[in-house]
């Protein structure tokens, strides 16, 4: 494995600092990566939601992009929070020329909480022009749905979602089913079929952040070169550790432990 990888996070910054920039940071240092970030845009946030939100400008972004990539080998990118339109085209644009790196897109359309963290046009586009450069998108429940246009209740809804979104999009899937009841079984859909990732459902534990984290680390394990099943598996393990050793911030309030202390 190659551990002085560099990844690259496309992202909005989390003032709580558990899910976004900051959680994707945390992430590639405990998987081993040398972390990278093009911020998209500054939220202020904390558990409870988000209460403002600055994007940042396209020109800034790209700027940021293009420093990164000329100057770090970069191996794996993973993008979260894009905002507009403007800023996902953008991305669009500079990834284009970088086919040979892979991509893993989290398409966050909201917050743990419910605050909105992309404008509706810039759905359409982020699915137009940057889906088609993945290596692999990660939607959960809510996501998929709103691609799929339909219910997901159950298993076999989450794996006819994911397949009609690989035939449509022709990348690979990873349906996470975390907002499913009894287990925490996430479908990979790609060309060799359906691999089913399971784990035990972790309760008590606030999960803000738990999307960025998950896909950082299956960016951080491609950069290590795993190819992608065995990269889901990785990232699947560190972040169920995560949460299981999960960390007291306060009386009654648990979060993800990127570091996993105790270990």
Do not use: W
């Not at 246009?149 to 076999?156: F, M, S």
Request: net charge positive.
């Amino acid at each position: 494995m190659l551990k002085n990888a560099v990844v690259l996070t496309v992202a909005g910054s989390d003032s709580g600092g558990g899910a976004g920039i900051q959680a994707d940071i945390k992430t590639f240092a405990a998987c081993g990566v040398y972390g990278a970030s093009v911020i998209t845009a500054v939220t202020a946030q904390n558990l409870e939601g988000v209460s403002a939100i600055q994007a940042i400008r396209p020109s800034v972004v790209e700027a940021q992009l293009r420093a990164v990539l000329a100057g770090f080998p970069v191996r794996a990118i993973k993008t979260g929070m894009l905002f507009n339109r403007e800023i996902v085209e953008t991305v669009a644009r500079v990834l284009k020329d970088h086919p040979c790196i892979p991509l893993v897109i989290d398409p966050v359309f909201a917050a743990t909480s419910g605050s909105r963290l992309i404008k509706p046009q810039a759905i359409r586009v982020l699915c137009e022009r940057l889906f088609p450069l993945a290596a692999l998108v990660t939607p959960n429940v809510p996501e998929a749905e709103f691609l799929c246009c339909g219910e997901i209740r159950q298993l076999a809804d989450l794996r006819e979602a994911g397949k009609l979104l690989f035939e449509h999009y022709g990348v690979p899937f990873l349906m996470k089913g975390g907002h499913l009841p009894a287990a925490a079984v996430d479908l990979l859909v790609d060309e060799k079929g359906v691999k089913a990732f399971r784990a035990r459902m972790i309760s008590g534990v606030n999960s803000h952040g738990s999307g960025c984290t998950y896909s950082a680390a299956i960016a951080a394990y491609l950069a290590r070169g795993c190819e992608l099943r065995a990269a889901v598996a990785g990232a699947k393990a560190y972040i169920t550790a995560g949460l299981r050793r999960s960390h007291p911030l306060r009386p009654g309030t648990r979060v993800i432990d990127h570091f996993q202390r105790g270990r």
